[in-house]
């Protein structure tokens, strides 16, 4: 059973950066796809960024492209997603999640397909 666990949420003003992690225990994240969802209050879950088993092939929402960037260092069963010229719109708690696969090619970003997911980490951006 994959265990996710995420950090470096916390507060920062309109324009800083953050960079999240999500570390993997029970099990190596060298086969499994990972993505970033987030979910701010009274809003639904909404997908941030997800980035397949090698690091090849990424996905961002349009809302987040151009100042997020999602990576993975598999030695280190880790993910990242950093994120720069932050705005109040991105404050909400972010969530690591993967699925199962070994695509080339293909990054799901529907929630429903992820199997594993963290408790999420709070990240308020400040105007």
């Known amino acids: 059973q994959v265990q996710l666990v995420e950090s470096g949420g916390g507060l920062v003003q309109a324009g800083g950066s953050l960079r999240l992690s999500c570390a993997a225990s029970g099990g190596t994240l060298s086969s499994y796809t990972m993505g970033w969802f987030r979910q701010a209050p009274g809003k639904e879950r909404e997908f941030v960024a997800a980035?397949?088993?090698?690091?090849?092939?990424?996905s961002y929402a349009n809302s987040v492209k151009g100042r997020f960037t999602i990576s993975r260092d598999n030695a280190k069963n880790t993910v990242y997603l950093q994120g720069n010229s932050l705005k109040p719109e991105d404050t909400a708690v972010y969530y690591c999640?993967?699925?199962?696969?070994?695509?080339?090619?293909?990054?799901?970003?529907?929630?429903?397909?992820?199997?594993?997911w963290g408790q999420g980490t709070q990240v308020i951006v400040s105007s």
């Open positions: 999640a993967g699925y199962s696969s070994l695509s080339r090619s293909v990054v799901l970003t529907t929630p429903p397909v992820y199997q594993y």
């Open positions: 980035i397949n088993w090698s690091g090849g092939t990424t």
